[in-house]
């Protein structure tokens, strides 16, 4: 069974201050992707990233960082010299297309984390 | 391009109403997914659509249902509503609905059941 665990309930940082956001996931399958989703206080979910379990390659877009080690089967999220208005619930999510057909389209997240940054 | 549009964006019913939501697709996506969000399940899925197909359903009993259209638009009917019903009803986008699709989110409809 699929599974995506965030530790990391709730994280407080101030401005400036980089902060990662841990990421732990079970599969039994090689084939996956991992997304993550930043939710603000708005609702909306907005898709940051998605990588597949092929390229562990590290991901850096602006500020952001992402960390794929498929041994420890970890996808940490850092943010670099964070902002006020980076403070919103951070969501993992895991789709796993080897699984039967039907269950393969849907993303199975984690409980996200909870990140203020306090200007 | 436009995101995706969700309507209403805030309901309140009461407990044994029924209730309709409705789901606008990015132009061009066939694919739409329903998730519910609660502080104690978190993001849990629901089903998804694709060429007015319901392909794939999450273990929630039969009050939930849904549908799409032939212009993808989606809607998600939620029957004899319970106090536990109350929730953010995020629904989601992508091209096909494959599995390595990128699924994008509209800003969801909050229901509240008193």
């Known amino acids: 069974a699929q599974k995506v665990t965030q530790a990391q309930t709730e994280i407080s940082v101030v401005e400036k201050e980089d902060v990662t956001l841990d990421c732990v996931y079970e599969?039994?399958?090689?084939?996956?992707?991992l997304f993550w989703y930043k939710q603000p206080p708005s609702g909306e979910l907005v898709f940051l990233i998605r990588r597949n379990s092929f390229d562990e390659q590290n991901e850096i877009s602006g500020r952001y960082s992402w960390n794929f080690q498929k041994s420890t089967s970890s996808f940490n999220f850092t943010i670099t010299a964070s902002q006020v208005v980076d403070s919103a619930v951070y969501f993992c999510?895991?789709?796993?297309?080897?699984?039967?057909?039907?269950?393969?389209?849907?993303?199975?997240f984690g409980s996200g984390t909870q990140l203020t940054v306090l200007p | 391009k436009a995101g995706v549009t969700q309507t209403p964006r805030y309901l309140i019913k009461t407990r044994g109403q029924q209730v309709t939501l409705s789901c606008s697709p990015i132009s061009g996506h066939r694919s739409v997914s329903w998730y519910q969000q609660t502080p104690g399940q978190g993001l849990q899925f629901l089903f998804e659509?694709?060429?007015?197909?319901?392909?794939n359903k999450g273990n929630f009993p039969g009050r939930f249902s849904g549908r799409q259209f032939s212009n993808s638009r989606s809607e998600m009917n939620v029957s004899t509503l319970e106090l536990g019903d109350s929730a953010l009803y995020l629904c989601?986008?992508?091209?096909?609905?494959?599995?390595?699709?990128?699924?994008?989110f509209g800003p969801g409809t909050r229901l509240t059941v008193l």
């Open positions: 659509y694709f060429s007015e197909t319901q392909r």
């Open positions: 599969t039994r399958d090689t084939t996956y992707y």
């Open positions: 989601a986008s992508s091209s096909v609905g494959g599995a390595t699709d990128t699924q994008y």
């Open positions: 999510a895991l789709s796993d297309p080897t699984i039967s057909s039907g269950s393969a389209r849907q993303l199975t």
